[in-house]
Nanobody, 121 residues
């Protein structure tokens, strides 16, 4: 079993910054990709950014140039630095990872419970 715990959400004014963190714990053999998704009220969950174990990244067009994803493999932690926040960035942000554990079934997807980011005008 893998547990993902997010932190760093909150209320921020438009144009401001926040940094999200997500730490993975459990009997982990290897974490492949880690990433952030978000779900705004009334909308489907969407990809924000992902990062491979080797550091390759991919971003949603809506956040390119404003958000930066990074990870610390030694700490099993992924970060999302969010700058120049806009009202439309308001959402619950979910941490995701694809990880291999000692259990059966090979690498599996795991999700955090989410952290709320609210951007105000």
């Amino acid at each position: 079993q893998v547990h993902l715990v997010e932190s760093g959400g909150g209320l921020v004014q438009a144009g401001g910054s926040l940094r999200l963190s997500c730490a993975a714990s459990g009997i982990l053999l290897k974490i492949n990709t880690m990433g952030w998704y978000r779900q705004a009220p009334g909308k489907q969950r969407e990809l924000v950014a992902i990062i491979t174990r080797g550091g390759s990244t991919n971003y949603a067009d809506s956040v390119k140039g404003r958000f930066t994803i990074s990870r610390d493999n030694a700490k099993n932690t992924v970060y999302l630095q969010m700058n120049s926040l806009k009202l439309e960035d308001t959402a619950v942000y979910y941490c995701h990872c694809n990880a291999l554990t000692i259990g059966p079934g090979g690498a599996m997807d795991y999700w955090g419970k989410g952290t709320l980011v609210t951007v105000s005008s």
